[in-house]
């Protein structure tokens, strides 16, 4: 079945570009909508945007002004680029398949410190 | 944006009885709505989604309910391994999608 991994830095310091990549393996980007998803420590959850196989893009409107997601078809790939962070964008980030998000990534902690 | 308000924060049952969450939109969201169960150290994953229609390789005993406003996921005969973080999540009126607060279940 599809699975996906994040990957990148886990420690980002501020004002600096938060930078990750999903890895979507057992199955093809081709027809779906592809997510970034963060909990905070708190474990409050917020949906941060999707791309979808045609390179279409949606963004929370909180996080758009600073929020790239793209996509690489050819790698089964997508990624996420938050430009300017600060500490409130530390959390564990997590990639997910489709609008009922379905399956979800195990995860990556970014941390966000000098 | 569509705010979600989960109820209880927490509850603690006994295994073998029935558990009902509550997740309340503050407006409508026909049945746009989905519930996640979340483990310790583990992403979230799909149970439910259209408000009651169960995610493949969900068992029979998560069952949801609920339209416009109001919505329960049930969870009958409660085992110790059900103990989790239950987060439901809206997809009607978007950008942003949202997440209610979460409520934890425990099973004692």
């Known amino acids: 079945q599809v699975q996906l991994q994040e990957s990148g830095p886990g420690l980002v310091k501020p004002s600096e570009t938060l930078s990750l990549t999903c890895t979507v393996s057992?199955?093809?980007?081709?027809?779906?909508?592809w997510n970034w998803i963060r909990q905070f420590p708190g474990k409050r959850l917020e949906w941060i945007g999707y791309?979808?196989?045609?390179?279409?893009?949606n963004y929370n409107p909180s996080l758009k002004s600073r929020l790239t997601i793209s996509l690489d078809i050819s790698r089964n790939q997508f990624s996420l680029k938050l430009r300017s962070v600060t500490a409130a964008d530390t959390a564990v980030y997590y990639c997910?398949?489709?609008?009922?998000?379905?399956?979800w990534g195990q995860g990556t902690l970014v941390t966000v410190s000098s | 944006e569509i705010v979600l308000r989960q109820s209880p924060a927490t509850l603690s049952l006994s295994p073998g009885e029935t558990a009902t969450l509550s997740c309340r939109a503050s407006?409508?969201?026909?049945?746009?709505l989905a519930w996640y169960q979340q483990k310790p150290g583990q992403a979230p994953r799909l149970l439910i989604y259209?408000?009651?229609s169960r995610a493949t390789g969900v068992p029979a005993k998560f069952s949801g309910r609920g339209s416009g406003t109001d919505f329960a996921l049930i969870i009958s005969s409660l085992e110790p391994e059900d103990s989790a973080v239950y987060y439901c999540?809206?997809?009607?009126?978007?950008?942003?999608?949202?997440f209610g607060q979460g409520t934890k279940l425990e099973i004692k």
């Open positions: 997910a398949r489709d609008f009922w998000f379905d399956p």
């Open positions: 057992g199955g093809s980007i081709s027809g779906y909508y």
């Open positions: 791309v979808y196989y045609t390179g279409t893009t």
């Open positions: 407006q409508s969201v026909s049945t746009d």
């Open positions: 259209d408000a009651s």
């Open positions: 999540h809206q997809r009607s009126n978007w950008p942003p999608y949202t």
